[in-house]
């Protein structure tokens, strides 16, 4: 894999998710490890004006991206990138989407339970919501690691989704099932508090995904 088809792989990665519908304007946006950093996608610019070239590296340390001179603008969520790519070894790309019924479920800050066995593929009994702190903010960064402990994705307080995963094909795949389980979930809600699954079943489900999802080619 060079780092050409890698920057082009974010691209069709960021067009895929306005293609599923879970990317909302400018608001979503893509990473994956590349070097001893990160690719990320850059600040404000819509999929559809999207190139391998806009696309942003930065260093795994880096501290403020104004210490790149030709870094470019990355996304105001570069934080988070770069702290989950840090601090798990597992996470080799992450999608961030401020998809519409997953949003709904976090503008009430509440975890997603396991009301379907798919929420097992994001590694519990449950897609936590992480508290809300301002966007871009390290405290935002902070509370995200926290609720993804053990798990591939979190809900975002009045604010969205992070999913990750081996390679963007499985971050983007799983943050859109958790777009498809919160639409589930927001309707099984209409007809009462839905029941959910017992814990065991989870943890063996939990087991059985190890595997399962799709690979890039
Ligand atoms: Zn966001």
Redesign the pocket.
Known sequence: MTEHALREQIVDTAREMERLGINQGT???VSTRWLDGFLITPSGVPAAKLQAESIVWLPMDIQEPSALIDAGRPSS?WRFHRDILQSRPDAHAVV?T?STAATALAIHARDMPAHHYMVAAAGGNSIRCAPYAT?GSQALSDHALAALAGRSACL?AH??VIALGRDLGRALWLAHEVEVLAKQYLLACQLGTPPVLPDEEMQMVVEKFRNYGPRTP
């Open positions: 608001s979503g946006n969520e961030h401020h966007f975002l604010h969205g």
